[in-house]
T-cell receptor, first 110, second 112 residues
């Protein structure tokens, strides 16, 4: 089944403790991206990658890192999480003009 | 920055009625897309309309686009309780390195 998977789905952590949210897609898509969703603000793009080893900042990149060593994986790294990064995170891959979203990762930073 | 703004923010209707949601955007676009999100889940692509199209249909969905007013509308006809979800417009702006910019969404509730 064609899909985008994210892990973990739920995460509670404390300020400053590094964490990684994994994202994987099995559709051989070149373009992948990360979004965060906050009430009243819709989805805002954090980072995107147009292909392996090619990444670029989206609208809200501060406090996040990404890497794209393989086409299928696009992990999101929070080196030192802060409470304002509490949010619902979505990974997506893109074929043509349509994005396919993962199920989301709900993160709480205490 | 947010490109699309949906209106209304929330809409509640009875099953069988039609639901109309509007989206306004700011810059020139290649296309505009509508996505649906069930509570707490990932977004699902519904329909895409290109900048040179004015209207498009898909099942019970009808999308219009007015590039002179920088606005779009999504009409869901004969709504069902299962249509209850949040609906987002997303614009693919020209020169945007293929980024999609999402609005803040309309929460639709269809009452049985």
């Amino acid at each position: 089944e064609a899909q985008v998977t994210q892990n973990p789905r739920y995460l509670i952590t404390v300020t400053g403790k590094k964490l990684t949210v994994t994202c994987s897609q099995n559709m051989n898509h070149e373009y992948m991206s990360w979004y965060r969703q906050d009430p009243g603000l819709g989805l805002r793009q954090i980072y995107y990658s147009m292909n392996v080893e090619v990444t670029d900042k989206g609208d809200v990149p501060e406090g996040y890192k990404v890497s794209r060593k393989e086409k299928r994986n696009f992990p999101l790294i929070l080196e030192s999480p802060s409470p304002n990064q509490t949010s619902l995170y979505f990974c997506a891959s893109r074929a043509g003009e349509t994005q396919y979203f993962g199920p989301g990762t709900r993160l709480l930073v205490l | 920055s947010q490109q699309g703004e949906e209106d209304p923010q929330a809409l509640s209707i009875q099953e069988g009625e039609n639901a109309t949601m509007n989206c306004s955007y700011k810059t020139s676009i290649n296309n505009l897309q509508w996505y649906r999100q069930n509570s707490g889940r990932g977004l699902v692509h519904l329909i895409l309309i290109r900048s040179n199209e004015r209207e498009k249909h898909s099942g019970r969905l009808r999308v219009t686009l007015d590039t002179s007013k920088k606005s779009s509308s999504l009409l869901i006809t004969a709504s069902r309780a299962a249509d209850t979800a949040s609906y987002f417009c997303a614009t693919d702006a020209r020169g945007s390195a293929r980024q999609l910019t999402f609005g803040s969404g309309t929460q639709l509730t269809v009452l049985p």
